[in-house]
């Protein structure tokens, strides 16, 4: 009988199913967006890791290589931008960055994050797949607020306070904003249904999008960016007083390797978050931020090593660094073999850069963000043109109007990366050199010879980090 009434009930059903109309069925509401919760919780762990790699990671990175009467004002430059920019962003930021405007520029439809709501979505790299706009919006946050951190070290132990300040907010609105927008925005995978509206949607994105340049996380948005503002930063302030006169050791080496460890640690929120998903191609980001940054410190390590009888444990910090730096835009697009390749390219060319160029050149970068971030981004970004080959391992460039991988042509990719490299230097370069100006005509960049002598700590800050 039970049997008798389950199959009456089944056919009933599909009595009722075939009642139902195509026209009905094609009326029929579209299923209504949801963030995906997986993808949600991988992305608000990493952008906590984004946050540890600078505040504490960063500062003690930094802290530890300048002398110990600048060591208190180097953490609190880092953790003050870093409070700045955050405030920023919400303002304004996230709408001149992420909004639809000119190739340049993104709109204010967002200021105040005027619409971002529980409720509101951003897309990822998948089609119909998405996160809350509120995780996207401040995993970007941790991005803009590294990057003008990242720059206080090329002018360490010499710039007031309130300069560095005034000149974040500068170079935050008129450099940082406009690479992220030229680099990182576009309408999203769902925009691509065909080819013409492909043509449609990629003409709304940045210009360094619309020229195919790719980084996947950061090479010439933050490292080549930041890199370039710390030259022209040496180079205009002028090298500390005493600088190749003095002994000028770091004041506290461990420190410097504790703060490269986390950098290290946060750097997969870094790199990992930036896929935007919880999947395989986060995976394969992961396995390649670990192996080239593990192959850069071998390189530095060795490089050192050969050529100056002894391998410090300074330099292999700097090492992970440079690796990590290099496989930044690289790391969704190469394989674990051009990873492990990147990274011993960037620790043994940072490392030349580091010694060699800087000392043929002169200039006082003080904790050497140029050599590092400049020369391991700009290494990293053309690089990625080469690795992302499918040939070479690479994943190739996915075509989201055949949804599918695309046919690779290294040549014009390696264009692309070049007008990513060029943009960036010449914009950053440009806008760095007319914040300094400012800054330097309103309020002076630099602090008087005897505030510099006695050390930015207690003349800035009242404070000491040692009580011997």
């Known amino acids: 009988m039970i049997k008798i009434l389950k199959s009456l009930a089944l056919l009933a059903l599909l009595g009722y199913a075939g009642f139902v109309s195509a026209e009905e069925l094609a009326a029929a509401p579209a299923p209504t967006p949801t963030a995906n919760k997986g993808d949600t919780a991988w992305m608000i762990v990493a952008t906590v890791l984004v946050i540890l790699m600078t505040i504490p990671g960063l500062a003690l990175f930094y802290g530890g290589m300048v002398r110990a009467k600048n060591m208190l004002s180097v953490l609190m430059q880092v953790f003050v931008i870093f409070s700045l920019i955050a405030v920023l962003w919400a303002l304004y930021g996230y709408s001149v960055a992420f909004t639809e405007g000119n190739a340049f520029f993104g709109g204010l439809s967002k200021v105040f994050l005027k619409g971002v709501t529980p409720e509101s ?38 710039v007031k306070f309130s300069a560095v300040l005034l000149f974040m907010v500068l170079w935050f609105t008129f450099s940082y904003l406009p690479i992220a927008h030229m680099v990182w925005y576009w309408p999203g995978p769902d925009a691509y249904t065909d080819a013409a509206a492909a043509e449609a949607a990629t003409a709304t994105a940045g210009f360094l999008f619309q020229k195919g340049a790719l980084d996947f996380a950061g090479g010439t948005v933050v490292h080549i960016n930041a ?40 750097w997969f929120g870094f790199n990992v978050g930036s896929n935007l998903e919880a999947n395989g191609a986060a995976a394969l980001v992961l396995a390649n931020t670990l192996l080239a940054t593990a192959a850069a410190t071998l390189a530095w390590t060795f490089a050192e090593w050969g050529t100056r009888g002894q391998p410090s444990t300074l330099g292999a910090a700097s090492g992970a ?17 051009g990873a ?90 440009i806008v760095s050199l007319i914040a300094y100006k400012i800054v330097d005509l309103v309020i002076g960049l630099r602090v008087p010879e005897e505030v510099e002598r006695e050390g930015l700590d207690i003349s800035e800050h009242g404070e000491t980090a040692y009580h011997l």
């Not at 998405?130 to 970007?140: C, I, K, N, W």
């Not at 040496?234 to 004041?251: D, T, Y």
């Not at 930044?328 to 190469?334: F, V």
Request: charged share 10%; with cysteine; proline share 3%.
């Open 227 to 266: 890199g370039i503002a710390g030259l022209v930063g040496a180079l205009l302030i002028g090298k500390r007083i005493g600088f190749r006169r003095e002994v000028m050791a770091p004041n506290n080496v461990g420190l410097t390797m504790t703060g490269a460890s986390l950098l290290w640690v946060g």
């Open 340 to 429: 492990i390749v990147l990274g011993l390219i960037a620790g043994g060319v940072c490392f030349w850069a580091v010694t060699s160029l800087k000392n043929k050149l002169g200039y006082d970068d003080s904790l050497d963000v140029f050599g590092v971030h400049g020369i391991g981004g700009i290494i990293g970004a053309l690089s990625t043109g080469v690795f992302a080959s499918p040939d070479l391992g690479g994943t190739g460039v996915y075509d989201y109007v055949a949804n599918a991988v695309g046919q690779y042509d290294m040549a014009a990719q390696l264009t692309s990366q070049a007008w990513g490299v060029g943009v960036s230097i010449v914009w950053s370069g």
């Open 121 to 158: 979505l951003a897309g990822t790299f998948s089609k119909g797949v998405y996160v809350p706009e509120y995780v996207y919006a401040m995993f970007q946050l941790t991005f803009a607020a590294i990057t003008p951190a990242l720059i206080v070290g090329a002018f360490a132990e010499r």
């Open 321 to 337: 660094v440079a690796g990590l730096v290099a496989i930044t835009p690289a790391c969704g697009y190469t394989g674990p073999m």
